[in-house]
């Protein structure tokens, strides 16, 4: 069984750097095909897109955020670390990474529960 | 980037009818595109995926058809748990897009 679970502090000021932690069970991010991604949904509004990393180390990134993001990995531990410079309310939203591999279509399944951050002074 | 564009926005339908879900790209993605069904409080699960694929353990009434640009999720006769907001998703070019949402409401 898969499961994700995003973590990280709920409130940061802005200017300061958000540092969100997805840890998982249930698969190997060094197999072949495997990526975990990220996806933020502001209170009321719709998913959007961050980052996605690859087994092999490879990279993409929304082209708006491209500059405030950074992917890491841990496969020993199991754990993606995304992190996003500059905080800004209008980045408060929910939190999501979700498995993506060859056995789902190359698709996001499953999510993690998500973790809301809230951006304010 | 690829826009997608979902209508309607909010569906009013009662249990037991059929919803009919639309998903249109600003330019073609193949068969990449995906529904997610998301409830309130939940994170957003897999429905369908390349198009017409049901994810796993996803009932028969959810069906996706589609390629290029157009793409319809139908939902043939509408549960109780079915009220909820479906988004999708296109894979076909980086960034990957989500659409704005199709709220299907009790009416």
């Known amino acids: 069984q898969i499961t994700l679970k995003e973590s990280g502090p709920t409130l940061v000021k802005p200017t300061q750097t958000l540092t969100l932690t997805c840890t998982f069970s249930?698969?190997?991010?060094?197999?072949?095909?495997?990526?975990v991604g990220w996806i933020r949904q502001p209170p009321g509004e719709a998913l959007e897109w961050l980052a996605l990393?690859?087994?092999?180390?490879?990279?993409r990134y929304s082209p708006s955020l491209k500059s405030r993001l950074t992917l890491s990995k841990d496969t020993s531990k199991k754990q993606v670390v995304l992190t996003m410079t500059n905080m800004d309310p209008v980045d408060t939203a929910t939190y999501y990474c979700a498995h993506s591999s060859a056995t789902r279509n190359n698709w996001f399944d499953p999510w993690g529960q998500g973790t809301l951050v809230t951006v304010s002074s | 980037e690829i826009v997608l564009t979902q209508s309607p926005g909010t569906l009013s339908l009662s249990p037991g009818e059929r919803a009919t879900l639309s998903c249109r790209a600003s330019?073609?993605?193949?068969?990449?595109l995906a529904w997610y069904q998301q409830k309130p409080g939940q994170a957003p699960r897999l429905l369908i995926d390349d198009a017409s694929n049901r994810a796993t353990g996803i009932p028969a009434r959810f069906s996706g058809s589609g390629s290029g640009t157009d793409f319809t999720l139908i939902i043939s006769s509408l549960e109780p748990e079915d009220f909820a907001v479906y988004y999708c998703?296109?894979?076909?070019?980086?960034?990957?897009?989500f659409g704005p949402g199709t709220k299907v409401e009790i009416k």
């Open positions: 990393i690859y087994w092999n180390d490879d990279k």
């Open positions: 249930g698969f190997s991010l060094s197999a072949s095909g495997v990526g």
């Open positions: 330019q073609s993605v193949g068969s990449y």
């Open positions: 998703q296109q894979r076909s070019n980086w960034p990957f897009t």
